[in-house]
């Protein structure tokens, strides 16, 4: 289920199902985005990424979905493992920008 | 290929010390850095842009008298919280991007944080 407030929003999830982590960006500007994992006291690892003349982009174990219409973006992790339990996070980048804004990070929790 | 060394990984500083951050890009050069920081159970924020040679470009609510940013190489960017108080407290993290554009295997990687703890 999911927490709210102070706490990162969380989806537990049982090892070996799919998880999938959504997020609503907020620049229907962006042209460029990327999926992070981030474990605990470590900076964000690269997932996967995806431009915007795609809506769907896969990698080993995951895929990155985009919806435009409604800016939304999703990771599904195919087989869930115990290593996968991180926050993940999703960045945008506008057109002819540089900077990278993130959302607001999903924690995953993968039970044994 | 792509790494960004940042250290040191954590420091414990008293209030009004400062404390200086470096990231380094091992195996490309950056065109660009940036800085972030993040508090317990939230996203990165960023805090500043910097280009080799030139000055940095700070976010809104950034002081950048406070957070000193120097690009002076293509390699390295250092981050000095000056006069630090208990509540610049933060994980601070930097990410480098090289010149070959989102695409390619130097597009943004970031570092490994810094773990800043004023007292």
């Known amino acids: 289920g999911e927490s709210v407030g102070l706490h990162l929003p969380t989806l537990s999830v049982q090892e070996g199902d799919n998880s999938i982590i959504n997020c609503a960006y907020s620049?229907?500007?962006?042209?460029?985005f990327i999926w992070y994992k981030q474990e605990s006291g470590k900076g964000p690892q690269f997932i996967i990424d995806?431009?915007?003349?795609?809506d769907k982009r896969q990698g080993q174990r995951v895929t990155v979905l985009l919806n435009k219409t409604v800016k939304h973006l999703s990771l599904q992790i195919a087989a869930t493992q115990p290593g996968d339990s991180a926050v993940y996070f999703c960045?945008?980048?506008?057109?002819?920008?540089?900077?990278?804004?993130f959302g607001g990070g999903t924690r995953v929790l993968v039970k044994p | 290929g792509a790494v960004v060394s940042q250290h040191p990984s954590w420091v414990i500083c008293k209030s009004g010390t400062s404390v200086k951050i470096e990231c380094r890009s091992l195996?490309?050069?950056?065109?660009?850095m940036f800085w972030y920081r993040q508090f317990p159970k939230q996203s990165l924020m960023l805090m500043a842009t910097?280009?080799?040679?030139?000055?940095?470009?700070?976010e809104q609510g950034v002081e950048k008298d406070k957070f000193l940013i120097n690009h002076a190489s293509l390699t390295l960017s250092t981050l000095t919280v000056t006069s630090a108080h208990p509540e610049d407290s933060s994980f601070y993290i930097c990410?480098?991007?090289?010149?070959?554009?989102?695409?390619?295997?130097?597009?943004?990687?970031f570092g490994s944080g810094t773990r800043l703890t004023v007292v």
């Open positions: 910097s280009n080799e040679g030139s000055k940095a470009t700070y």
């Open positions: 195996d490309f050069q950056a065109t660009t």
């Open positions: 995806i431009r915007s003349n795609m």
């Open positions: 960045a945008e980048k506008v057109a002819a920008g540089n900077k990278l804004t």
């Open positions: 620049n229907s500007a962006s042209d460029y």
């Open positions: 990410s480098a991007r090289g010149g070959g554009g989102e695409r390619s295997n130097y597009g943004y990687t």
